[in-house]
């Protein structure tokens, strides 16, 4: 153990295992959770080379392998339970998406929510013994976000009862599916019905695209690998064009919408019920940028104890890189919004929890509610998460850079969360509609209730032009306090939006443009009240918090989050008039202070994430400090000196010199 | 050509051709490197494999093939001019690093500045002819930017006239300078050199490391690839450790420095020269910045007219991108930026040229301000560029993540710049010491000059507690009032770290604590102070212009990036009173002006950066706009689609079904 980190976990204030169960929910969450990691951690047939010294391909190879010994296991084990099987996938493949991917987390669950019984019986268990695998295509090269551009066609042939399929351009080709370029033999695929010589919107179909005993492609379907990416290196995302592929009617997933035999159309119910899916995957989300932005921390934390550089006060040996106030104000605001987010995300799968109950008694209410948060919050939690990751792997200097470190990594298997299940410009959009929705409903007179209550008092409390006349009476120190003020600079923002879109419809422009020509503000309004939710649910959460010591420093993390959430957006709150010159400044001052308070836990906070060294796989980021013998010995595995002398000498710089 | 990107170079305002010149300097020196590019671009002996469909060790090897290839056409061709050399080279490798960077980069300049006549003799030709080739061995892996850390030792042994160099401990491994790994035969070393029982600091010596001949390691070397890294995939950034290395007293560069035979050491006169050095790579850094920050706008401004996403008006055609308010926001604040580090580059280059020649003349009176200067707008402009290129990314959705954006590698490579030549938060402190310094003499009565002057005015301009009633008459609309605000931003961030310090040593703390505990202080005034020059710069190059289309175009970017500055620091602006809230509301209406105003000139302001194709080197940012059929093309050329099915189907997949 390296005596500097064995050092910082003397001075911990507090109960690091106590904290450790916050984290997880329980001690039996932490304690299931740990008897998993043994399990995956000690098994043979897991281990692995590692994937940075490997080509694409033997990475491709390397993940089917250990997903097929996966579902192997899982079985052996009897796991079940989605949540374990999640945390057991997670083990295999820690931090990293594999091939199997959208078979277990798409083509089965929408088997189950779209199949008919029929369907259940020919597809279901085939696809639970990986006789069929499958993948979900959407995408298109040129269509994401928006749905409705989706351009692949099933018409319907009701002289053959088939559907025929179509991929009528390039910009149709099916595009980034994982599983769809090499693993799967079946797809469910998202097209443009037309039976009857009519459009009728999008539905799923079920299309085979490889043989189930050659895995060859079938006739008319083109797929492959869509080549190399920033990271999902163990992905095959792929694309699909099909031309002219002939499935029976019965392979239109039908439980809500049908054709009928003659090509009769009958539409669906309405179908509020994919939106709660949505909800859940953005929850998850913002889970795993809480998780995500937890391992940063602790790699570059913990090094940052290990490493020393540079000097103080001259004469004296150098000192840790963590007591230099530079690097503190790096890493302790990520520390404070890991924290943050894992209660935030705490409170969302909670919340989903018990919506998802009301719902399957088709009660709605609270559906629009947190489908709107859920936008937000996965927007602003993982764009948060994404700047902070680089933020961690710089402040850990060249070494950062070092795959050893795994930082990189984790940048590049996470910054796709930015992008996908909507995209995060739109998806603060979709929020800002609500917030809008709400703010109007508010100023009609209704009486708003839940997390957008606070644009009730809009009429009264923000005025139309803020003035510095407000009454200052915030005390920095008093979360309830800053709370609040992150409430108003919310309702402020929606406000100013509203004039925005306001003022557009009286310069003449549609609803549409006044829209578009206010999307700044309403990103920035949505942010705000994204802030505000987050301020206030860590907040609310140390309201449950019973153990002393674990309830000042999560306090002082809280105080250090909402104040430096303050320092950075200052101008909103000078503007407002919600703060004064002077007490920014005190702002500033306070932030200095909680620093050096909580400079003594910073390990300890980032061990209580427990991360399982295996799992963690950072040379920077060990639990035992000692990086620098287990850099050499990683950097000597690397492929590069698997002989002394690199064959290029021979054929390029040797022969150079009779040249020259 | 695809209708869409046609359609928008008609919508010029102005010569682009003329503004291609301003950024390359003269029309001159666009013709020139035109004829570079086109002499590289069209010889097939450079022609190469996508690195991003190559494993490390190949790309290793494609690098070496075209680094040899490029030294014998560089002779062939005679090119010698070290920025024509700089040119052909980034042509050969388009924008990436590779093996021989540090021979050519940093052990020949060594040589020719630190080198004997005897050594010159002994070792340029060599060098020069590659026979001998070299590395740069500074930074170890437990020692970067504190070159005072250096652990390697070189002990002089009077008795054979040797030194033997050591590396004492596993942190004193040489590790990361670039070729070390496998190219090199010969390194510089930074060793502590001791004589005659005694320290006397840092010293370079020149070791040989692999045999001439058979290029196998020599005894007592230990030398090899330090892994993957995030990129630099090309490059063999490598470690040495060194067992009782005896090398001849003579391999000392001794041209200042000196031991004698009987070990008696000479000091070196004072040696500001290296000092120039460094401000020139600095300046390197800065257009390299922009230069990056431009190839990046390039890719997702073209590619954003030609994406069609979404809609703005229900109903229509979907919308190109770049028509909505947020894409536009997110690129075109970059857009400005990039051009302000092209003038802030050229600023630097111009001036360094014109100091060296003063500096040649024993005139170092400049060198302080443009060291600061340089070290404060290295950090300034590679923390902007390195988050601005992961927008550019993010900006193109999905497709962006796809290497065949050339975004991910764009940013892999570019990021290590805000970590070598000096870490961006020690390049931050370092200008923050001159300005503090700067501050004390003008509060000492001194009277400052150059781009510092403006501290003169502190005492009477900057109050103890800035006041709202300082007098706004700041015209939004106009630079030089802009120059003016950001100026006594600058003034009032360095004030209050000047007052931090003096608080903190008025609580008795050590000067190096007080300095410490104020750090984050010091880096908000550096960030000012740069952020101050370069808009300032900006505004005096359109003094330089005069085209008025081009002129007013410009005008418009300049203003973008003023006005954004503010709009994003405007906390700093409203709590000196240097704006009003109602100002700052402006502000945010006008910049959505301007975006609009740029709009039509979008695509064609990236034309003019006249990025070659082939160098660009990116399917979504191709010149024609031809993108979905390019990314078909490219994904069908991916390994993993070499064969129709990958064998992990017949090892892994298949056999799982009998065991389910």
Excluded at 195 to 215: E, N, Y
């Amino acid at each position: 153990m390296n005596p500097d980190i064995t050092k910082e976990r003397k001075n911990a204030t507090f109960d690091v295992e106590k904290l450790t169960h916050i984290v997880d929910g329980t001690p039996e969450k932490t304690r299931r959770r740990r008897e998993i990691e043994s399990l995956v951690v000690s098994d043979p047939d897991f281990k692995e080379e590692d994937p940075n010294f490997l080509s694409r391909s033997e990475r491709y190879d390397q993940a089917v392998r250990k997903s097929a010994q996966m579902i192997l296991k899982l079985r052996e084990y009897g796991i079940a339970d989605p949540e374990e099987i999640y945390c057991y996938k997670n083990c295999v493949h820690p931090g990293r998406p594999e091939p199997l991917d959208l078979h277990l987390g798409m083509f089965l669950p929408t088997l189950l929510n779209q199949a008919t019984p029929e369907q259940m019986d020919r597809f279901f268990m085939p696809a639970w013994n990986l006789e069929i695998i499958g993948t979900y295509a959407q995408t298109e090269m040129g269509h994401g976000t928006h749905l409705r551009g989706l351009e692949t066609t099933a018409t319907y042939d009701a002289a053959t009862q088939e559907f025929v399929l179509n991929s009528p351009t390039i910009s149709s080709i099916k595009w980034w599916p994982g599983g769809l370029g090499k693993t799967s033999n079946h797809a469910i695929v998202l097209a443009q019905l037309h039976t009857q010589g009519k459009g009728r919107g999008l539905h799923a179909f079920i299309v085979p695209i490889r043989d189930m005993s050659t895995h060859v492609p079938l006739p008319g379907i083109v797929v492959g690998d869509i080549g190399p990416k920033f990271g999902f290196s163990e992905v095959d995302n792929g694309y699909l064009k099909l031309e002219n592929v002939r499935i029976p009617r019965e392979n239109m997933l039908m439980k809500y919408a049908k054709v009928e035999p003659d090509g009769t159309y009958l539409k669906p119910p309405s179908a509020k019920l994919t939106y709660g899916t949505m909800v859940f995957i953005r929850s998850m989300i913002v889970s795993l940028s809480a998780k995500t932005l937890a391992k940063s921390c602790t790699i570059a934390i913990r090094y940052s104890v290990v490493r020393h550089q540079s000097e103080i006060r001259a004469g004296e040996p150098e000192p840790q890189i963590l007591d230099f106030q530079t690097q503190q104000y790096k890493l302790f605001p990520l520390l404070a919004m890991a924290y943050a987010f894992t209660f935030v995300g705490q409170y969302m799968n909670t919340t989903y929890q018990r919506i998802s109950g009301d719902i399957s008694q088709g009660d709605f209410s609270e559906l629009p509610e947190l489908h709107a948060l859920s936008a937000g919050l996965k927007a602003f939690t993982t764009w948060a998460t994404n700047s902070a990751i680089e933020v961690c792997r710089m402040s850990c200097g060249g070494h950062g850079y070092s795959r050893s470190s795994a930082l990189p990594d984790i940048y590049v298997d996470f910054t796709p969360t930015c992008t996908y299940e909507g995209e995060n410009t739109v998806m603060m959009l979709q929020t800002a509609r609500y917030l809008l929705k709400s703010y109007r409903q508010a100023k009609d007179g209704q009486q708003l209730s839940g997390i957008v209550s606070y644009l009730n008092e809009a009429d009264h409390r923000v005025q139309p032009q803020p003035v510095a006349a407000r009454p200052t009476v915030v005390d920095i120190n008093d979360l309830s306090s800053l709370v609040e003020i992150y409430k108003l600079r919310a309702a402020i923002l929606v406000e100013l939006a509203a004039k925005s879109i306001q003022q557009e419809l009286q310069n003449r422009k549609c609803q549409e443009d006044a829209w578009n020509n206010s999307s700044i503000d309403l990103v920035r309004a949505s942010d705000a009240h994204c802030h505000y939710v987050v301020v206030k649910l860590f907040t609310d959460k140390l309201g449950e918090i019973g153990d002393t010591a674990i309830h000042s420093v999560l306090s002082t993390l809280a105080l250090l989050y909402a104040l430096n959430g303050i320092k950075l957006n200052s101008g909103d709150f000078l503007q407002a008039g919600l703060l004064s010159g002077p007490q920014v400044l005190q702002i500033s001052g306070r932030i200095k202070e909680l620093l050096s308070q909580l400079r003594p836990n910073a390990v300890v906070l980032v061990d209580a994430f427990d991360f399982n060294d295996k799992l963690l796989n950072s040379v920077l980021g060990r639990y035992d400090g000692n990086v620098y013998e287990n850099l050499f010995e990683w950097a000597r595995r690397s492929p590069l000196n698997a002989t002394e002398v690199h064959e290029s000498f021979h054929k390029y710089l040797k022969p150079l010199r009779a040249q020259l």
